[in-house]
T-cell receptor
Framework: GAVVSQHPSRVICKSGTSVKIECRSL??????MFWYRQFPKQSLMLMAT?????????EQGVEKDKFLINHASLTLSTLTVTSAHPEDSSFYIC????????????????FGDGTRLSIL | AQKITQTQPGMFVQEKEAVTLDCTYD???????LFWYKQPSSGEMIFLIY????DEQNATEGRYSLNFQKARKSANLVISASQLGDSAMYFC????????????WGAGTKLIIKP
């Protein structure tokens, strides 16, 4: 259980293109999803927290207009990288707060497989 | 400030040996959760094990166990009988109680199992 699907797994596109990444919880409802960016050999960097039906909360330094997040349903959140440039090339990975059956709300985050984005 | 420290950037271990990955944390919260994740070279993040701050017993999941020493604020991951497939990055993370479910991440340890 608690499977998260992220699509696409890899994107290569030209500078100026907008890219949409989908994150779906397949067998549970995810009221909260998270979007991370990871540079090579580094830890995860939280970009934003997405709650179903409300606006995402972005971390300091993350451009809201560049990285559009939509969490329209309990099973789907999307990240759109608008007008992508080479500096946006990175590994993006989403996670969903697990089913709330855990002790004191400490359910783990379950991750998608990530998206490797390369902007030429 | 809330922080996770993993002091081992990389480790080499002989196959079948046990390995301990260090993790120390800093928080003033009374209630928090500690998590370990594995990230193979393919990129996915795999949840391994969880320890709650109020849990008196160390968590175990198969070959994984968590050596939780609350007074020392350490939550080391122990992998018994290591296998080649254990080669990966390992991240320790903490969830303070009042954090909108966000995790604070360590820098990670790259574990390589030698045949």
């Amino acid at each position: 259980g608690a499977v998260v699907s992220q699509h696409p797994s890899r994107v290569i596109c030209k500078s100026g293109t907008s890219v949409k990444i989908e994150c779906r919880s397949l067998d549970f409802q995810a009221t909260t999803m998270f979007w991370y960016r990871q540079f090579p050999k580094q830890s995860l960097m939280l970009m934003a927290t997405s709650n179903e039906g409300s606006k995402a909360t972005y971390e300091q330094g993350v451009e809201k207009d560049k990285f559009l997040i939509n969490h329209a349903s309990l099973t789907l959140s999307t990240l759109t990288v608008t007008s992508a440039h080479p500096e946006d090339s990175s590994f993006y990975i989403c996670s969903a707060r697990g089913p709330s059956s855990w002790d004191r709300g400490m359910e783990p985050q379950h991750f998608g497989d990530g998206t490797r984005l390369s902007i030429l | 400030a809330q922080k996770i420290t993993q002091t081992q950037p990389g480790m080499f271990v002989q196959e079948k040996e046990a390995v301990t990955l260090d993790c120390t944390y800093d928080t003033s919260d009374q209630s928090y959760g500690l998590f370990w994740y594995k990230q193979p070279s393919s990129g996915e993040m795999i949840f391994l094990i969880y320890q709650g701050s109020y849990d008196e017993q160390n968590a175990t999941e198969g070959r994984y166990s968590l050596n939780f020493q609350k007074a020392r604020k350490s939550a080391n991951l122990v992998i018994s009988a290591s296998q080649l497939g254990d080669s990966a990055m390992y991240f320790c993370a903490m969830r303070p109680m009042d954090s909108n479910y966000q995790l604070i991440w360590g820098a990670g340890t790259k574990l390589i199992i030698k045949p």
